[in-house]
């Protein structure tokens, strides 16, 4: 269960929404393995296009071939960049549609794949495509296609969410003259944010939609101050909202930070392997708070960074706290043994909706933050420059 997913996994790298791809990651497709998910970053939905590094190259098979030649689909539905002329838009529309149609006969010839739900994912990303490019027949298509999706009980709740929320935003663009839904304009965030509030009022997993939108509440790029606030307010006013999500959206709207550099941090959990952690009794070290996942492909490109960084300094008093983001437990032990990773890690299988990350309004990872020696949180982006940024740490009194 992983709809769509972005990069950096969440954005700055590249700006991927509603599954478009660069160049980059469409030529580095062959070894990886792909994964999609609901992403609620600053762009905050749909569909957002990321793959997950294998570091072990599976051999290619009948199915895994026929799942490439979907996503190889993606360089052409971005034919064109950011000025795309009338032939790029008719070779993005062919290129959506095929991507719809492979999609289809994948899930037809492979139903029970790992990449199942992928595809799905993946065929409302080219009926999108295609309709945004100006094909109105993939509009009726893709509009059926969300409809029968909620209707079918047999289909999970966050798939419901995609193929709604895609439906959703592509009806918004088409009316707004849009021809691509992969910008951070002021308009495109307030029409990510109704199209959660328009799920809410249709698919049953109204907790889990609330939580994204309060994420957008708290750290949606391109959101003002006072629209994130009216983002909170909505949900507490919400009738569906239940008490646990009211009570998020009225700490959102008492203006209280749940962290702040420059001053302690609060963190305590159980980890993965039942280790008690509480930052609190680490004072007199470094601790590095690293939000990540398994199938976050820059976080597995930054590990090695940080592994080295932690066999480097750890006998002088660095210490690391992953939160994991992932939703399989299985994944994450996998990972950390065959990494050789010893610290300890956060795990609740909840995905962006991680009990820690939410707490702090991660929308994108991997996100590094540093804590001092007196337990003051200094860095929250130690990216490129993490075992300079530690050492000298170490040395402050």
């Keep these: 269960s992983h709809l769509v997913q972005k990069m950096r996994c969440a954005h700055p790298l590249t700006r991927l929404n509603i599954g478009v791809a660069d160049d980059r990651s469409v030529a580095r497709m062959p070894p990886m393995r792909f994964k999609l998910f609901l992403t609620f970053s600053a762009t905050l939905l749909i569909a957002s296009f990321i793959f997950a590094q294998s570091n072990t190259p599976e051999a290619p098979t009948a199915e895994t071939t026929a799942f490439q030649g979907i996503t190889d689909l993606f360089r052409k539905m971005k034919q064109g960049g950011d000025h795309p ?44 495509e295609a309709t945004l490019a100006g094909d109105t027949n993939a509009a009726v298509q893709l509009k059926t296609r969300a409809a029968e999706m909620i209707k079918d009980p047999k289909v999970p709740d966050m798939m419901k969410l995609h193929a709604f929320s895609v439906n959703y935003l592509t009806e918004w663009g088409r009316k707004n003259g849009k021809r691509s839904l992969d910008d951070d304009s ?39 101050d006072e629209e994130k606030r009216s983002i909170a307010q909505r949900v507490l006013d919400n009738t569906n909202a239940s008490p646990s999500i009211q009570a998020m959206a009225r700490e959102i709207l008492s203006g209280e930070k749940t962290y702040a550099v420059g001053k302690p941090l609060e963190l305590s959990f159980v ?51 992953g939160i994991s983001l992932d939703e399989s437990k299985d994944d994450l032990l996998r990972f950390l043994k ?42 929250v982006n130690t990216r490129g420059d993490l075992e300079q940024t530690v050492g000298a740490f170490l040395r402050e009194k």
């Design 186 to 224: 002021p308009d495109s965030q307030k029409a990510y944010a109704e199209a959660f509030f328009a799920a809410a009022n249709v698919l049953s997993n109204k907790d889990d939609i609330f939580k994204m939108a309060l994420l957008q509440a708290k750290s949606g790029r391109g959101l003002s």
């Design 338 to 379: 065959k990494n050789e990773i010893a610290w300890p890690q956060y795990f609740d299988g909840k995905h962006w909706n991680n009990d820690i990350s939410f707490r702090f309004g991660i929308n994108s990872v991997p996100t590094e933050w540093l804590i001092d020696k007196k337990g003051i949180l200094r860095e």
């Design 271 to 321: 980890a993965v392997d039942g280790r008690k952690i509480n930052l609190a009794d680490m004072k007199g070290k470094v601790v590095l708070i690293n939000f990540w996942a398994t199938w976050c492909g820059p976080c597995v490109a930054e590990m090695p960074k940080v592994k080295h960084a932690y066999d480097k300094y750890h006998a002088d008093g660095f210490e690391i706290l």
């Design 85 to 128: 002329s009338e032939d790029d838009y008719k070779t993005r529309r062919e290129a959506g549609l095929e991507m719809a149609a492979r999609a289809r006969q994948f899930l037809k010839d492979y139903p029970t794949s790992k990449n199942a739900e992928d595809a799905q994912g993946l065929w409302s990303i080219g009926l999108s």
